[in-house]
């Protein structure tokens, strides 16, 4: 997780280091109506989308180990879509540029991988709980992948092609255009309930973890340090730090923080020895009647 944080680290600071670059490219060629200057700005602005896109796909790479071979191929996609932009921008090579002998191909299939990539990973990043809005998604990402695979195999193979538009003359177009509706509906409404899920849980109320701060000793400066709960770090040295607290809450969900009774007062059920409070002996717990 520290080694993870501190590429990204690196990302964001050269990101920005790129941007400073590009205003300052920018005000010269403004000003000077240089053309070295004008392509040396294309340049920058190739080199930070790409890292733009980097920094997204550093998501899959911190998630399962199946995903990092998709973060791998993206980052090597993004990177042969930059060196080929930057080329035909200086006109470098006449065989590494846009206007190449088949260029097109290699520069599509990348372009269409990377973006299908950015796509479901923006998707997979929602949280969704219900198995419907899952199901929906779910949906969303296999129409991306699909669509994506039957572009490239058109692009790169023209027996394909010959034999995608031989089908197509047999399905009627209504077909192809309903597909369409269900994946435009399906992405839109995958970040819809993702936003209104967030709402519902920004609307409960605050729990004792979220308002608890932590003192302790910091692990690498020793100095006294209050952190909240989650996610946090040193104010001195700047040590990444993250604290968890289980809270004691009944099976119905409800906090039984300090709860002086011994009966949770949402569902009536008596709570568990182990999750009682030392004033809680103090009452005895009420029985349901029969």
């Known amino acids: 997780m520290t080694s993870n944080r501190a590429i990204a680290s690196v990302f964001n600071r050269l990101s920005l280091s790129v941007v400073w670059v590009m205003f300052v490219l920018g005000v010269y060629a403004i000003l000077a109506s240089s053309t070295m200057a004008g392509r040396a700005l294309g340049t920058m602005v190739v080199i930070i989308v790409g890292l733009i896109f980097a920094r997204l796909h550093f998501w899959l790479w911190t998630r399962a180990p199946w995903q990092k071979f998709f973060a791998v191929s993206s980052w090597l996609c993004n990177l042969f879509l930059v060196l080929v932009w930057i080329t035909s921008i200086w006109n470098w090579s006449q065989w590494f540029n846009l206007d190449g002998d088949g260029m097109y191909k290699p520069v599509i299939c990348a372009t269409v991988f990377v973006g299908v990539v950015t796509d479901c990973m923006l998707l997979l990043r929602l949280q969704l709980r219900k198995t419907l809005d899952r199901s929906i998604r779910a949906v969303a990402v296999g129409l991306a992948i699909v669509g994506a695979l039957l572009l490239v195999a058109t ?15 047999v399905i009627p177009w209504q077909v192809g255009a309903i597909v369409g509706l269900i994946a435009l509906a399906s992405h839109i409404a995958s970040a819809i309930l993702a936003a209104i899920e967030k709402e519902k849980t920004s609307k409960l109320p605050e729990t004792f973890s979220e308002r608890m701060k932590v003192s302790m000793n910091c ?3 020793a100095d006294v340090i209050q952190l909240p709960l989650g996610h946090g770090a040193c104010p001195h040295c700047k040590l990444a730090i993250h604290i968890e607290c289980d809270e004691p809450r009944c099976e119905c969900g409800y906090l ?7 009966n949770c007062p949402e569902c009536g059920k008596e709570v568990p020895e182990k999750l009682r409070w030392k004033s809680a002996q103090q009452s005895p717990p009420i029985t349901a009647a029969s």
Request: aromatic fraction near 12%.
């Open 155 to 169: 692009v790169t193979s023209q027996k394909f092609q010959e034999s995608f538009d031989a089908i197509w003359k």
């Open 219 to 221: 692990p690498r400066c």
């Open 256 to 262: 039984l923080h300090k709860l002086t009774g011994m």
